[in-house]
């Protein structure tokens, strides 16, 4: 596999594409910003072009290439159908200023997906702004502090319980609003240590920010006694819904006793993603948090739908979190992958993404070591590497060889509860047959790592990419992410 060269690599001096017609003289009105050297682009014919980036699109694995084993927000199932609904017109053209009345088609579906949305979760108020995962936990747990403000307890309650198994957001935004977190042991079958939760209740206590289904892949079990327990002790229960697609139409989060989950709507509800692309993350609310639901809001009067800007009444909101209303493009996607599917389709596809991964987890667990095996999982397998041990083969090793069998390597050494932790999410769309094909290409993966001498072949994969194992730190901290052209010798004397 050739390496391809960088587009400035391959330009030729005074090769060109396309004629265009000399721009006419005009006086520059740019002043001190006007350009005093050339641009810079590189000049090449259009088939190069063409060729170059038809290459590149060849050589990037994603969800349209094969199973895509990352347990991340990248592998969800995307409708076309749904992207073309997201480019119509109406919807991609729009503009946050235009006036409300040339805007009800989109605040009319901007009300619908708020009522799909409140109805799947049972929770009787949303925020649609949030603009992603992390911002949503933050929209929620303002929410929470402009409560516990209402009620005189800002001093008192600085307290935020965080599970060792939620995400690794939770913590971040708990101390961004000036909470002390307070980690939660796991117990031995990955989920809550409820004793050790109880042990930390008081009355400084603001809330607990649990993950369910965890980032172990686990239903927590004791999930309706911790909200019991939480709410007792008079702090707000915090949901991190990112995983919601493996409950979505099973299980009602008001019905857990959650006061406020952010939903990913990029990954439970059709939004490509991944690498910095677009979110949306909407916050459901209990009744308890829904006056503090932040700026701006949907309403539908006798004149049709409009924007509230300003509180009124009993509401309280803290604010807004962003410009504007919230993702347009991600709420077209999201609805119409609800309208395509309906109730029992959403319920469906967290059903197979749940009996996907149990797949995958059974027929693995005799070669390779599931990190509990207490019971089924939900919609992720976890593996340790107990069954690396004296091979000299890390996980890093293992999922560089997949590289090279054709495959994108699963979710590595997270959550950081289980050693060498391989998480894998298969999600719904896929089928058995590209899963037996996946699960054949681990076993004898695992099968090999046990052999004399395996350790050298797995520690040089992988071999058959353009580039072999990178500096993966040095890549993080010192990333090379724009061209500069070559300094000639005599210039950069001077």
């Not at 641009?39 to 090449?44: E, K």
């Not at 994603?62 to 073309?84: Q, V, Y």
């Not at 008079?234 to 009602?252: E, K, L, Q, S, T």
Request: proline residues 7%; hydrophobic residues 45%.
């Amino acid at each position: 596999m050739l390496e391809e060269k960088l587009i400035f690599e391959q330009g030729v001096p005074g090769r060109i594409g396309v004629d265009v017609p000399a721009a006419p003289a005009a006086k520059s009105r740019l002043g001190a910003f006007k350009r005093k050297a050339p641009i810079g682009l590189p000049c090449l014919s259009e088939p190069q072009v063409v060729r170059h980036f038809t290459r590149l699109s060849q050589k990037n694995y994603g969800i349209d290439s094969g199973l895509f084993a990352l347990g991340s927000c990248t592998m969800k199932h995307n409708p076309r159908l749904n992207e073309k609904m997201a480019r119509l017109p109406g919807f991609a053209d729009i503009h946050p200023l235009q006036p409300v009345q040339t805007v009800q088609g989109a605040l009319e579906l901007i009300d619908e997906l708020a009522h799909w949305l409140k109805t799947l979760t049972g929770m009787p108020a949303v925020a649609m702004s949030p603009a992603a995962g992390a911002h949503g936990e933050l929209c929620g747990m303002v929410a929470i502090w402009s409560a516990i403000q209402a009620k005189g307890e800002g001093a008192t309650r600085t307290r935020v319980l965080v599970p060792e198994s939620a995400h690794g957001t939770n913590p971040a935004t708990a101390a961004l609003l000036g909470f002390t977190v307070d980690p939660i042991p796991a117990d031995a079958r990955g989920r809550v240590d409820l004793a050790a939760f109880e042990k930390k209740l008081g009355p400084d206590v603001a809330a607990i920010m649990l993950t369910n289904p965890n980032t172990c892949g686990l239903f927590e079990n004791d999930i309706r006694k911790i909200a019991d327990l939480i709410h007792a002790a008079g702090g707000y229960f915090y949901c991190d819904g990112a995983n919601y697609n493996a409950i979505a139409g099973r299980v009602r989060p008001a019905d857990l006793g959650v006061d406020a989950m952010h939903i990913n709507l990029h990954k439970t509800f059709s939004t490509p993603h991944g690498g910095g692309g677009p979110g949306s993350g909407p916050v459901v609310l209990s009744a308890l948090l829904a006056p503090y639901a932040p700026l701006p809001y949907v309403v539908h009067g006798a004149n049709g739908f409009a924007l509230v800007e300003t509180a009124t009444g009993a509401a309280k909101p803290f604010g807004r979190l962003k410009a504007f209303n919230g993702q347009m493009g991600m709420f077209v996607r999201a609805l119409a992958y609800m309208l395509s599917h309906g109730a029992d389709g959403i319920r469906q596809a967290s059903t197979d993404a749940v009996l996907n991964a149990n797949y995958i987890l059974a027929r693995l667990r005799d070669v390779m070591s599931p990190a509990f095996d207490g019971g089924p999982c939900m919609h992720e397998a976890l593996f340790d590497d107990t069954f690396l041990k004296d091979t000299g083969i890390s996980t890093l090793d293992f999922a560089k060889a997949m590289i090279d069998e054709g495959y994108h390597p699963m979710t590595m050494y997270f959550p950081l509860v289980v050693h060498g932790a391989m998480l894998v999410e298969p999600t719904e769309s896929e089928s058995k047959e590209s899963l037996d094909a996946f699960i054949d290409t681990l076993r004898y993966l695992a099968v090999e790592a046990r052999k004399p001498g395996a350790a050298a072949w797995f520690q040089a994969a992988p071999r058959l990419t353009p580039r072999r194992r990178l500096d993966e730190t040095r890549a993080a901290r010192a990333p090379v992410l724009r061209w500069k052209p070559p300094v000639k010798t005599a210039q950069a004397a001077e």
